[in-house]
């Protein structure tokens, strides 16, 4: 909703294409959050080499299989990817807008 209130107050009031670069950021994060619910895995979890699957909230544990890990970490740097990818598309979008 950031992005979308930013960028159409960004397109009312002409803005610079400059200040525009700036909707880089919650665009990308925003896609993160949605592509990480989408794909049902947590980046931040796949970075770390961890996961939580009890019911115990801040217990986490180590992945002890290397293939595993790298498996999971590679998914998570494809989110992080996709976000980035995600983040300059929408920008990209809004600056040439008009």
């Known amino acids: 909703m950031v992005t979308i209130v930013v ?16 909707l880089f950021f919650p665009a990308s994060l925003s896609a993160t959050g949605f592509i990480q619910a989408w794909m049902h895995f947590c980046a931040g979890f796949g970075m770390k080499g961890a996961f939580n699957f009890s019911s115990e909230i801040n217990k986490t544990d180590t992945v002890s299989q290397a293939e595993f890990r790298a498996k999971d970490h590679r998914k998570a740097v494809t989110i992080f990817v996709y976000s980035i990818i995600t983040g300059v598309v929408v920008t990209g979008v809004v600056c040439l807008w008009k």
């Open 7 to 22: 960028g159409a107050l960004f397109d009312i009031f002409h803005v610079a294409v400059y200040w525009k670069l700036l």
